[in-house]
């Protein structure tokens, strides 16, 4: 089966600029989550989706970053605006009931300038 | 909210040499997972522990969840230069998702 899909994988902006990141998950999967890894640390979820509607987003900082999954398949992830600390890899996973653990994409590494 | 501790933050050991990874939970978990990242991947699911005092082995690895549901460790023996990466712990309950440790970066020289 395919994996998860992310993209873009890599994207560099300035302060105050804004950006958006995408995610298919897999086929069949209803649960999508969204991590933040700051380099060397542990993913941080930012905000989980049972199929379209939201489970979890207690970390979200939603002054900044926003989320949706209109259709309960793919995702959009956008921070506007940005800001130094947001420099990181988003990591975007999927997983389905019964089946134990997630399963990651490649993730996108934001740099901001 | 739930705290999950990992520790060595890192090792470094000889090819054929075990290693361990130890997790502590703040709470009482329902469950827990452990992943591995390689460097400049992403994580990837190895197993999920859900019993009290449960062993589970995957060739060389061993995983372990304590008695209390509190804590668990990886246990890799004779170590490759193929298990070099950051292994995370990443623990669930009932009142929240998963959280996921720190993890700790083993390194193996040949």
């Known amino acids: 089966e395919a994996g998860v899909a992310q993209s873009p994988r890599y994207k560099i902006i300035e302060k105050r600029q804004s950006v958006a990141f995408w995610c298919n998950p897999i086929?069949?999967?209803?649960?999508l989550y969204w991590y933040q890894q700051i380099l060397g640390q542990g993913p941080k979820l930012l905000i989980q989706?049972?199929?379209?509607?939201?489970?979890?987003d207690s970390q979200l900082p939603k002054d900044r970053f926003s989320a949706e999954r209109l259709k309960g398949v793919d995702s959009t992830l956008k921070i506007q605006p940005a800001k130094l600390e947001d420099s990181a890899v988003y990591l975007c996973a999927s997983s389905t009931l019964g089946r134990r653990g997630q399963f990651f994409g490649p993730g996108t590494r934001l740099t901001v300038l | 909210g739930q705290q999950v501790m990992q520790i060595p933050q890192y090792q470094h050991v000889q090819e054929g040499e075990d290693f361990t990874t130890y997790c502590n939970s703040s709470?009482?978990?329902?469950?827990i997972q452990w992943y591995k990242q390689r460097p400049g991947g992403h994580p990837v699911f190895l197993i999920q522990l859900v019993k009290s005092g449960e062993v589970k082995k995957q060739k060389r690895l061993t995983f372990q969840f304590g008695e209390a549901k509190k804590n668990s460790s990886l246990h890799i023996t004779a170590t490759q230069t193929t298990d070099v990466g950051t292994y995370f712990c990443a623990g669930e309950s009932g009142y929240s998702t998963l959280t996921f440790g720190k993890g700790t970066m083993l390194l193996v020289s040949p």
């Open positions: 086929s069949g999967h209803a649960t």
């Open positions: 709470t009482t978990l329902s469950n």
């Open positions: 989706f049972q199929n379209n509607g939201v489970v979890d």
